[in-house]
C-alpha cells in the first residue's frame, strides 16, 4: 500500500505502470487504474503508450467499470491501428457494452450498441481469435432481446382477462413477435399463446361472432401445429382445438 | 497589385514598417498588433480595404472606444524600388472596466435586486451602450411595474486605479415617480358592444375600480398593446370580423393617474351562412354539426369556429379533430374553407379526408433503466391492436407521471412509422427515470429527552430481488412496489414500523396490497432517578395491518375501495396509564376497516391545482357483547370482580378490554380550485366519530381524536387520530384527557407555488381554520368550533419529502387551558407527506 501511495505521489511513469502491473497481478484493480490513469497521458507518442493503454483499459474492464472500459477501447482501436492488440480491443468494445446491459425487462439500448459492435468485430475478423466468443454472446444477447419482447407480449396475455381489449393487444403483440424474432426458442411458446388469446378472445364476444373468431383460433392451430408437432404445448394447443370443435358442433 | 487591396482615392501602395501601439493600459502592445494580423513587410495600401477591416476588427471586439491611425513615418526604399516603406502608429483608447456600482433613490434590496437583473459586475466594459441599455432597462422595468413616468439617470466617472488601469464609477440614480393608475378607459364609435364589455376585453389594462383586488389598475405599455388586440380579437368573436382601433390617446391628468381613449371602427356584423361538410362517412352532417355548436344565422365567430375544428391548447377538447384522431383516423385531415361571403353572411365547406383507420402496432419504452417493462405498460393505455387514439396516448402519459418513478415532466412519447398503406403506427415512449427514494433522519428533543428518527421510504422498490446481491444499486428497485421502514428512538421509548406495498397484487389487475407490522415499547423513568429507565414498567404494543384496494370502474374510474384487517396487542407491566385502569394486564384491538375513496386531484402530487378528494373510512371490531354473555352493567355486582366485597375497577377494566369493542367513522373531503394563475385555493372539511355497541360496555379509551398543533403523530400508542389544528398547541383543542370522541374541521389554505421544480418544490400559503372535539355525540355541536388563521411555507425535496413551517394564530381559548385568553401565535413544524 505504501508503494502505491510513494507512486501515486511519484512523477516517475515507470513506477506508477511497474506498481500498477503488481497491483493487477493481486486483482486490486482501482488502485491500479488511478495509478495508470496518471500515466497514459505522459506515455502517450511514445513506444510503449499501446500497451499501457490496454492495460488501463483492462485494468477498467476487470473493475466493472464497463462504460468507461468500452470508451478506452474504442480509442485504443482507433489510435494504434496496426497493433497486433487491436483485434483484441474491438472485440472488447462490444464485451463492454454487453457486460453494461442490464436484465431483460430494463432499456436493452447497450445490447444493441452492443449487438453492433460485435457486428463490426465480425465483419473485420472473419476468422477473429474471439469469434466463438462473440458469437456466443452474441447469440445470448439475442435471447435476452427475444424474451423481452415475449415476456413483454405474455404480460398483455396475463393481464388480458381484465383489461378492455386485453386479448387483442396480446393477440397483436404475439403476432409482432412471431414476425420479429423468426429464430427464437420463444416462437413455439408465442405460436401457442397466440391461439390461446385468440380462442379466449372468441369464446368471450358477442355470440354472433363467436364462430367467425374461432375459425381464425383454428387458423393458429394449424399453423401451431404444423411448425411445432412436438412442441411442449402440443397437448394443451389440442385441447383448445377439441373446444374450438365441440363449440362449432 | 494584388486583388482585394483596391485602392481608394489617393490612396497608394506602401510596404508596411514598424507598427506601434500607443494609448493601451491594461492590454499588451503586441498582442493588439498580433490582433490586426498585420506584419512588418506587407504591402498595404493607405488609405484601403485592409487597413479598415482591421480597425473594423478591433472596433468589433468593443475593447476600445476609439481607435485611430496615424502615419508616423513614410521612408523611401533603401533598394531604390518605387515602393515606399511606411511606419503606423494604432492609437486606441480602452473601454475603461465597470468599478463601483451605486444606486440611489430605491431601497437597499431593491436595489441589490435590480443590480442582479442587471448582471453587472465589476469588471464589464462600460461603454456608452452600456450607460444606455442599463437606462432603457431600469426604465422600461418600473414602466412595466405601472411607473410611466419612471427615469432612470445614468452616469459614469473616470477613475485609475494604483495600477494606472482606467475604470469607471457609475452611479444610477433612479426615480421612480409615481405610480400611475388609469382613471378612466372611454372608447368612441362603439355603437355594437358596450363600453363595459370592450373595458372587460382589455384583460391587463383595467380603469380604477376599488372593488377589483386580483388586477391592479396600472399602466403598461406592453400590456396595453396586447389588450388592444385583444379589443379586436373579442369584437371578431363577435361576429365583427373587419373590426380595427384606429386610435388611441393617452391623457395626462395628474402625477399618478392618466385617461385612455380608444377609437374604434366596427365595421360589418358577420353571420355564419351555409355549412357543408365534405368526404365525412364516418361521422354523419348531423353530428358533426352537432360538435362543431355552429348553425347557419349564428353571430360569426371566427376564433371559436377554428377551436371547435382543433384546438391546440387544449388536448382533452371535444374538437372535430378529436373526433377522429381519438377514434382511429391518424391520418384524417379536415379544412374548414369560406367559400362565398355574401353581404354579411359567410359559408363554409369543412373538406374532411378521413384516410384508413389506423392501429397501434408496436409500443415500446425506452429510458427505463430502473424500472421493469411490466411496472410501464400496465400503466400504457395504447395498447398493440387498439385503434389510434391520441387521447389513449395523452391518458398514457398521465398515468406515467403519476407513478413518481419517471420525470413527469419529460415524458416523451413518439409517433414511429405511420403507415398509412397498413393502417398501422408504432409509439415509444421515452422516459426518464427520477429518484423515487426518500431518506428521514432526524433527532431531536421531545417526549421526554432526546428522539432519534431513520426512516427509509422506497418508492419503487422490488421484493422479490431482495436476496438477489445483483440487484443492491443500493436497493433492489424497479418493480413499483413501495417499502417504507422507520425507527424511532429515545430513551424512554422505541417504536419499529415496516410497510410494504405491492399496487398490482399478482400482476393482472390493479388491486393493490399492503402490509404493514409495527412495534413499540414505552418504559417510565426511575421513580427516584429521573435519568435511569426503569424497564419493569413498561408498555408494549405489537401489531399488523393487511389490506387491499381496488380500482372501481363504477361509477366512475376515480373511486377505489379498501379494505383492511388490523390486529394490535397491549401489554403492560406495572404500567398505569390513564387507558387502563390495571397496571398489569393486556388488550387486543381487532378491528376490519372498509375505505371508500375518489381521487381525481392532478397532476402534480406535492403542488395539486385541480381536481377533489373524498375518503370515507369505517373501522369496526366485532360486537363481541352481542354474544359473549357477559353481563357489563352489572360486573360490578359479580363477585368475580370484586375484591374484598368492592368492586375491582383492574379487574373489571380488564374484562371490557380483553377484546377492544368499537366502531370509528371518519369522512374527509379536500378540494382544490385554481383562483388565479397559480394561486391555488385548497378548502377541506373532516368529520371523526367514534361509538360503541354497547353502551354498558362503554366506550374505549382508544382509537380516539386528538385535534389542535401540528398534527404529527410522534408515537401513536393506541390508534388515536391525531388532528392538525394549527394556531393551538397539540391536542389543545381535546376536552377529555384520554382523547375525545367527535370532532370536525373545516379549513380554507390559499397556495401559492415559488418553484416547482424536480429539485424542490416549494410553495407559501395562507389559511383560516376552525374545528372542534366533543367529548361525546351528545356534546357535539358542529358550530361550536376554534378558530385560527396564520401562513406558512412547504418545501418538498425527493430525497428528504415534505418540510414545512406553518405561524397559526389562535383566536379562542385553548378548552384545555382554563385561561379566557386567546390561544394566540403557534409555531408548527411540518415534516413529512401531509398534503
Known sequence: CSNYQKALKSTDNQLKVRVADSLIAAEKYSKAINLLEQAVPAYRGTDSAAPVALKYANALYEDRRYPESGYQFETYRKSYVSDPYREYATFMIGKSLYEMAPIYSKDQEPTQRALAKFQDYINVYPNGEYLPEANKLVDEMQFKLDKKAYEIAKNYHKRAPFSRGGYTAAIASFENFIIDHPGSEFQDDAAFYLLDSQYSYAIKSFAVLIPERLEVAKEYYDTFAARFPNSEYKEQADELLEKINSYNN | ?835
Open chain 2, 1 to 835: 497589385q494584388r486583388p482585394g487591396d483596391i485602392p481608394i482615392g489617393e490612396s497608394t501602395e506602401y510596404i508596411l514598417g514598424d507598427i506601434t501601439v500607443t494609448g493601451t493600459k491594461s492590454y499588451n502592445e503586441n498582442t493588439v498588433v498580433a490582433f490586426t494580423g498585420l506584419r512588418k513587410g506587407d504591402r498595404i495600401f493607405v488609405p484601403g480595404e485592409r487597413l479598415s477591416q482591421v480597425v473594423k476588427k478591433l472596433w468589433d471586439l468593443k475593447l476600445f472606444s476609439d481607435i485611430r491611425v496615424y502615419a508616423v513615418g513614410i521612408k523611401g526604399d533603401p533598394n531604390d524600388d518605387i515602393v515606399d516603406t511606411i511606419d503606423l502608429e494604432f492609437n486606441i483608447i480602452e473601454v475603461p472596466t465597470l468599478n463601483k456600482i451605486e444606486i440611489d433613490g430605491l431601497k437597499k434590496n431593491q436595489s441589490k435586486d435590480l443590480l442582479k437583473e442587471l448582471n453587472l459586475s465589476k469588471g464589464t466594459k462600460a461603454n456608452e451602450n452600456l450607460v444606455t441599455t442599463t437606462r432603457n432597462f431600469i426604465e422600461k422595468k418600473y414602466q412595466d411595474k405601472g411607473f410611466l413616468y419612471a427615469d432612470a439617470l445614468v452616469r459614469t466617472r473616470d477613475a485609475q486605479d494604483t495600477l494606472g488601469n482606467n475604470y469607471v464609477d457609475m452611479k444610477i440614480e433612479v426615480n421612480k415617480n409615481e405610480k400611475v393608475k388609469i382613471k378612466s378607459i372611454d372608447f368612441e364609435g362603439n355603437t355594437q358592444l358596450s363600453d363595459k364589455k370592450l373595458r372587460k376585453a382589455l384583460k391587463n389594462t383595467k380603469q380604477k375600480n376599488f372593488l377589483r383586488v386580483l388586477k391592479r389598475s396600472k399602466y403598461v405599455e406592453e400590456d396595453y398593446q396586447e389588450d388592444l388586440k385583444n379589443l379586436v380579437e373579442t369584437y371578431k368573436e363577435n361576429g365583427f370580423r373587419d373590426a380595427r382601433v384606429v386610435g388611441d390617446t393617452l391623457t395626462k391628468i395628474d402625477d399618478k393617474t392618466i385617461a385612455l381613449d380608444i377609437k374604434v371602427e366596427e365595421g360589418n356584423r358577420y353571420y355564419f351562412g351555409d355549412i357543408k361538410f365534405i368526404g365525412n362517412t364516418v361521422y354523419s352532417d348531423d353530428y358533426l354539426q352537432r360538435l362543431l355548436k355552429v348553425e347557419k344565422g349564428d353571430v360569426y365567430n371566427g376564433v371559436a369556429f377554428d377551436n371547435q375544428i382543433s384546438d391546440p391548447a387544449d388536448p382533452d377538447a371535444r374538437t372535430l379533430e378529436n373526433e377522429y384522431q381519438n377514434n382511429g383516423y391518424l391520418f384524417s385531415r379536415i379544412n374548414a374553407v369560406e367559400t362565398k361571403v355574401e353581404n354579411d353572411t359567410i359559408d363554409f365547406e369543412i373538406r374532411i379526408i378521413e384516410d384508413n383507420v389506423a392501429y397501434f402496432n408496436h409500443i415500446s419504452v425506452k429510458g427505463n433503466t430502473r424500472t421493469n417493462d411490466h411496472v410501464i405498460y400496465r400503466n400504457i393505455q395504447s395498447n398493440p391492436g387498439d385503434k389510434y387514439s391520441k387521447a389513449a396516448i395523452i391518458n398514457s402519459i398521465r398515468e406515467l407521471g403519476q407513478l413518481g418513478f419517471f420525470n413527469a415532466e419529460n415524458i416523451n412519447p413518439r409517433i414511429l412509422n405511420p403507415s398509412q398503406q397498413d393502417g398501422t403506427v408504432d409509439v415509444e415512449y421515452e422516459l426518464e427515470e427520477a429518484g423515487a427514494s426518500q431518506i428521514e433522519l432526524q433527532g431531536g428533543y421531545g417526549g421526554g429527552g432526546f428522539v432519534g428518527t431513520l426512516g427509509l421510504r422506497f418508492n419503487n422498490f422490488s421484493l422479490r430481488n431482495i436476496f438477489n446481491k445483483e440487484a443492491y444499486q443500493p436497493v433492489p428497485q424497479g418493480d413499483g412496489q413501495t417499502l417504507a421502514l422507520r425507527a424511532q428512538a429515545s430513551t424512554i421509548f422505541r417504536t419499529y414500523s415496516l410497510n410494504f406495498t405491492e399496487p398490482w397484487l399478482g400482476g393482472r389487475k390493479p388491486v393493490s396490497f399492503n402490509v404493514s407490522f409495527s412495534h413499540s415499547e414505552q418504559f417510565r423513568v426511575n421513580a427516584q432517578n429521573f435519568r435511569e429507565v426503569d424497564r419493569n414498567q413498561r408498555f408494549l404494543i405489537s401489531g399488523a395491518t393487511i389490506g387491499l384496494a381496488k380500482r372501481l370502474e363504477w361509477p366512475d374510474p376515480y373511486f377505489q375501495f379498501s379494505q383492511a384487517l388490523s390486529f394490535q396487542h397491549y401489554n403492560l407491566k406495572n404500567y398505569q396509564t390513564n387507558l387502563f385502569n390495571f397496571p398489569n394486564g393486556f388488550s387486543n384491538n381487532f378491528a376490519y376497516t372498509l375505505g371508500l375513496t375518489r381521487d381525481n386531484v392532478g397532476v402534480n402530487p406535492i403542488f395539486p391545482t385541480y381536481g377533489s378528494r373524498f375518503a370515507l373510512t369505517a373501522k369496526m371490531t366485532l360486537p363481541y357483547s352481542l354474544w359473549n354473555g357477559v353481563d357489563y352493567e352489572n360486573l360490578e355486582n359479580d363477585p368475580n370482580f370484586q375484591t374484598n366485597g368492592a368492586p375491582d375497577l383492574a379487574k373489571i377494566d380488564q374484562e371490557r378490554f380483553r377484546f377492544l369493542e368499537y366502531y370509528k367513522i371518519k369522512f374527509e373531503g379536500t378540494w382544490y380550485t385554481q383562483i388565479y394563475d397559480k394561486l391555488i385555493m385548497q378548502t377541506k372539511s373532516e368529520f371523526g366519530f367514534l361509538g360503541a355497541y354497547n353502551n354498558d360496555r362503554g366506550l374505549v379509551p382508544f382509537e380516539r381524536f386528538f385535534v389542535g398543533g401540528d398534527g404529527l403523530g410522534a408515537f401513536s400508542l393506541d390508534g388515536r387520530d391525531i388532528i392538525r389544528m394549527r394556531g393551538y398547541d397539540n391536542s389543545a383543542l381535546t376536552t377529555s384527557a384520554d382523547g375525545d370522541t367527535v370532532y370536525n374541521k373545516f379549513s380554507l389554505e390559499m397556495r401559492y407555488p415559488i418553484t416547482l421544480e424536480q429539485a424542490a418544490s416549494i410553495y407559501v400559503l395562507t389559511f383560516a381554520e376552525a374545528a372542534g372535539s366533543y367529548d361525546t355525540f351528545r356534546s357535539y355541536n358542529p358550530f361550536d368550533v376554534e378558530r385560527s388563521a396564520g401562513a406558512g411555507l412547504r418545501v418538498f425535496m425527493p430525497a428528504f419529502g415534505l418540510l414545512g413551517i406553518d405561524f397559526g394564530y389562535g383566536f379562542d381559548p385553548a378548552p384545555i387551558s382554563n385561561s379566557t385568553d386567546p390561544s394566540g401565535w403557534n409555531v408548527h413544524f411540518i415534516i413529512g407527506q401531509q398534503f
